[in-house]
């Protein structure tokens, strides 16, 4: 048997628009795109709205990269315990000359699903190794900066050798780079991953599992996957157990088993300092959250490396060297 996907228009009381019905149908069926199992979607107006706002994205996004609206923003990742920067993540946002600011979360979902976001991880690769460069050259004490590569792109079996070769062609050292990939992504063929992340590590790139404890995390695929870094999700700092005894053994018993698997951890989503206390208590690496850091243009992150205790420490030695000589 073949599954089949039925779409339903509805109609107004005593009122038929055939060529108004039909159109209901086709967006019912587009909201069926990208689904396996889902049978049968009812038409609901709002369908209709969502259905120009896809089209509207698909008919913007090749020029909005080549007019480079999409802008690298950048959340610092700090140490809990010395407020040292180490690290940071890139996050994509949208500046659209027509439309204004545009989330993530209207345009990323889109992309996943037309293919789209392959691009846009090219992009982002480019970008960011291209400031990391530049930062280089202008004396600054830079930190690896991580970069998400969509599930999509990560099944491609020469994903390593293109994330090489972009990173390559803007001269950045490999170990200012790091690979992130979404919990969700590790569901997929695990032996292609692991080829892949060895790869990876082979090149001198870290590789992340993002939003760990966001899904159905299988620990027997963490235990064989060769990461670097475990990034704890957001949700084990929100809701009624954040806090709460149950919440911090759940997130204390990570953090070890990250340790003894000889990943680093993050801690994403951190707003308040009774937080950042006891994650600092645990051995946690880093945190990136509110509580230090909103996502911020390059400018501003420049700003944050010259502020780092270990910018000033580097700027006290290399003045001391100076005044030797």
């Not at 689904?35 to 996004?61: C, G, L, N, P, S």
């Not at 006891?278 to 946690?284: E, H, R, T």
Request: proline share 4%; net charge negative.
């Amino acid at each position: 048997l073949i599954p089949q996907q039925t779409e339903t228009g509805k109609r107004r009381k005593n009122e038929i628009d055939i060529e108004r019905e039909y159109s209901n149908a086709c967006a019912a069926r587009a909201s069926l795109e990208g689904t396996d199992d889902a049978a049968a979607a009812y038409f609901d107006a709002k369908m209709v709205e969502e259905q120009k706002w896809i089209d509207t994205v698909q008919t913007m996004q090749e020029s909005a990269l080549a007019q480079e609206e999409f802008v690298v923003y950048y959340q610092p990742k700090y140490d809990p315990r010395t407020n040292e920067l180490r690290g940071a993540e890139a996050l994509i946002r949208w500046q659209s000359p027509e439309h204004g600011f545009i989330s993530p979360g209207r345009f990323i979902p889109i992309f996943e699903k037309n293919g789209f976001i392959t691009e846009i991880d090219h992009y982002m690769l480019q970008h960011v190794a291209r400031d990391q460069r530049r930062w280089l050259e202008q004396g600054f004490r830079c930190v690896p900066v991580s970069v998400n590569v969509s599930r999509a792109h990560f099944i491609e079996s020469d994903l390593a050798e293109q994330i090489r070769d972009l990173v390559d062609a803007e001269g950045t050292p490999h170990e200012l780079i790091e690979i992130e990939l979404t919990e969700s992504a590790f569901f997929d063929d695990k032996k292609a991953m692991i080829r892949t992340i060895l790869r990876l590590k082979e090149y001198g790139f870290a590789v992340s599992m993002d939003d760990f404890g966001s899904g159905y995390s299988s620990l027997n695929s963490l235990k064989d996957m060769p990461l670097d870094v475990l990034k704890l999700d957001a949700e084990f700092f929100r809701g009624e157990e954040a806090g709460t005894d149950r919440g911090e053994i759940v997130v204390s018993e990570a953090i070890k088993l990250a340790k003894n698997l000889h990943m680093r951890t993050v801690a994403e989503g951190v707003e308040v300092k009774e937080q950042v206390d006891f994650l600092a208590s645990q051995g946690c690496d880093m945190i990136q959250g509110y509580y230090f850091a909103k996502p911020m243009p390059g400018a501003e992150y420049e700003g944050r490396m010259k502020a780092s205790p270990q910018a000033d420490a580097v700027q006290a030695e290399e003045a001391q060297q100076t005044a030797v000589l």
